[in-house]
């Protein structure tokens, strides 16, 4: 086989390669496949007196595509109640404060577990969605603190909450699902988080097929251009690239021109620096 037959067949390949990848049902250059994230959501509030409000908003969160984490699922740890609670807020990407006639339980510093939550989310910069109950006074009265110092307490914490920040109300279940809705839709938009993502569903291959499929856009050459390279004993460079046409170069730009030999060798060079490919799925 000749040289020139070589360097067409090598050439050639070259093209094939290109319109092999490109025949992959892949996305389109500059797009990605859509993600689906889940965000996390701690649900903090006092336990006894919510547990109906609590299941209620997680499963709501639930069938909203969130992942709710919560005291229902803490397991037996030799970790401290605290800490632990830190090391679930740090995992999550929203803070959701359900706040009603209840303080809940004091910590060995005097200061609630569900204040400390709050203090640790606002501290930590995560998105803090706070829901009150509108009136305490309509409350039963098992479900409202009982000592003059509980009641301090949660006003304390109630105006805390409230001060120079957005908070919503409610007065029934309704009222409160409604409210986590447009909380957490808001909050999702306002400050988009990381979330967590499936690990079979990233973009990853699809962002390298992406380029790859780019790089082939622009550096392969079509078959007109691969039969008119055989045509004439000159190849002109237009941009770095092989092509086919014939004008003439003037001496300004020498470089601009190779001959067949020296076209051999370039082809022969690039063929070395294609990567190995197998054109199964990632």
């Known amino acids: 086989m000749s040289d020139l037959h070589k360097k ?20 389109r250059i500059g797009r990605r496949k859509a993600v689906n994230k889940k965000y996390q959501v701690f649900v903090s509030s006092t336990y006894k007196d919510l547990k109906e409000e609590r299941l209620a908003v997680t499963q709501f969160l ?56 709050y203090d640790y989310a606002i501290a930590n910069n995560i998105p803090v969605m706070s829901i009150l109950i509108k009136d305490i006074g309509k409350l039963a009265s098992e479900k409202c603190e009982e000592t003059d110092t509980g009641r301090a307490l949660l006003k304390s914490f109630r105006d805390k909450v409230s001060a120079g920040k957005m908070v919503d109300f409610y007065t029934d279940i309704g009222s409160l699902t409604s409210a986590v809705g447009a909380a957490v839709y808001l909050c999702v938009q306002s400050f988009p988080a990381k979330g967590w993502i499936r690990g079979d569903s990233t973009d990853g291959a699809e962002d390298i097929e992406a380029k790859i499929e780019e790089y082939l856009h622009k550096h392969t050459t079509t078959k007109e251009d691969i039969e008119a390279l055989f045509a004439n004993d000159t190849i002109i460079l237009d941009g770095g690239n092989a092509s086919s046409h014939t004008e003439k170069k003037t001496t300004e730009s020498p470089c601009d021109t190779i001959s067949m030999a020296g076209a051999r060798t370039l082809v022969e060079e690039l063929a070395k620096k294609l990567p190995e490919v197998e054109w199964g799925e990632f």
């Open 62 to 117: 639930l069938k909203m595509g969130f992942i709710p984490v919560g005291m229902e699922q803490f397991p037996a740890s030799n970790m401290s109640q605290m800490e632990y609670i830190k090391m679930m807020l740090d995992s999550c990407d929203y803070y959701l404060l359900i706040l009603a006639g209840k303080y809940g339980t004091i910590d060995v510093d005097g200061v609630g577990f569900t204040e400390k939550e």
């Open 8 to 27: 067409k067949n090598l050439l050639s390949k070259y093209y094939d390669l290109g319109l092999k990848f490109q025949s992959k049902p892949l996305n």
